[in-house]
């Protein structure tokens, strides 16, 4: 076990409010094994929470951006999970990205970022070529508002299980992920811990 008290926080990208979502399994997946090493994961599913459209860090009355940025700005590690559409990540997690957008601002004004040492890493689900978008798109993001992102911190994944409209559980799913993905999600796991404890 890696001896150390960080915490991390994924925003999850999902659309699905009701329904099955593969991408919100996958991040219990990774969160349960996180546990076990010490790293203690909170699930923001997005789409439940009332976020306002905009590009700074408060739009106002009844807008809960403001508590997962807090959430956001505590912990040690930022995680953005998505499901493919169209070949790019979901409106929940571009939305996450506009609201970043002030921390960007300050950035270009000469202060030092807000997410300066902490560790980013994406989890997806869906075809590996928009897998390959996603990661490369909120990389350079993460790139522009001081966010590490350490080699191997991606877990994406793609199976038939996951096809739009298949039928599934959320128990065959956890099997899916075990067998073929258990390997991939420790990597990041310990990528994501080690630039976290050394805070560059």
Not at 80 to 106: M, Y
Not at 135 to 151: D, H, K, R, T
């Given at each position: 076990?890696?001896?150390?008290?960080?915490?991390a926080?994924i925003?999850?990208?999902?659309?699905?409010?009701?329904?099955?979502?593969?991408?919100?399994?996958?991040?219990?997946?990774?969160?349960?094994?996180?546990?076990?090493?010490?790293?203690?994961?909170?699930i923001?599913?997005?789409?439940?929470?009332?976020?306002?459209?905009?590009?700074?860090?408060?739009?106002?009355?009844?807008?809960?951006?403001?508590?997962?940025?807090?959430k956001?700005l505590?912990?040690?590690?930022?995680?953005?999970?998505?499901p493919?559409?169209?070949?790019?990540?979901s409106?929940?997690?571009q939305?996450v990205?506009?609201r970043?957008?002030?921390?960007?601002?300050?950035?270009?004004?000469?202060?030092?970022?807000?997410?300066?040492?902490?560790?980013?890493?994406?989890?997806?689900?869906?075809?590996?070529?928009?897998?390959?978008?996603?990661i490369?798109?909120?990389?350079?993001?993460?790139?522009?508002?001081?966010?590490?992102?350490p080699?191997?911190?991606?877990?994406?994944?793609?199976?038939?299980?996951?096809?739009?409209?298949?039928?599934?559980?959320?128990?065959?799913?956890?099997?899916?992920?075990?067998?073929?993905?258990?390997?991939?999600?420790?990597?990041?796991?310990?990528?994501?811990?080690?630039?976290?404890?050394?805070?560059?």
């Amino acid at each position: 076990m890696v001896e150390n008290n960080t915490n991390a926080v994924i925003l999850l990208g999902t659309l699905k409010n009701t329904d099955l979502s593969n991408t919100e399994v996958l991040c219990e997946f990774f969160a349960e094994r996180a546990a076990k090493e010490g790293l203690s994961c909170e699930i923001v599913k997005l789409v439940d929470r009332n976020i306002a459209p905009g590009t700074y860090s408060d739009m106002g009355s009844g807008d809960e951006w403001p508590k997962i940025l807090q959430k956001v700005l505590a912990a040690g590690v930022v995680i953005f999970a998505t499901p493919v559409w169209w070949g790019g990540h979901s409106s929940e997690i571009q939305r996450v990205i506009e609201r970043l957008d002030e921390i960007h601002d300050k950035i270009l004004e000469g202060e030092k970022s807000a997410l300066e040492g902490k560790a980013g890493g994406v989890i997806v689900t869906g075809d590996s070529d928009g897998a390959q978008h996603i990661i490369g798109n909120v990389g350079n993001f993460f790139n522009a508002v001081g966010l590490l992102f350490p080699p191997f911190a991606t877990l994406s994944v793609f199976s038939e299980k996951l096809k739009k409209g298949a039928k599934t559980s959320r128990e065959e799913l956890l099997k899916v992920y075990e067998k073929d993905y258990g390997k991939t999600a420790d990597k990041m796991l310990m990528q994501l811990l080690k630039h976290a404890a050394r805070g560059d």
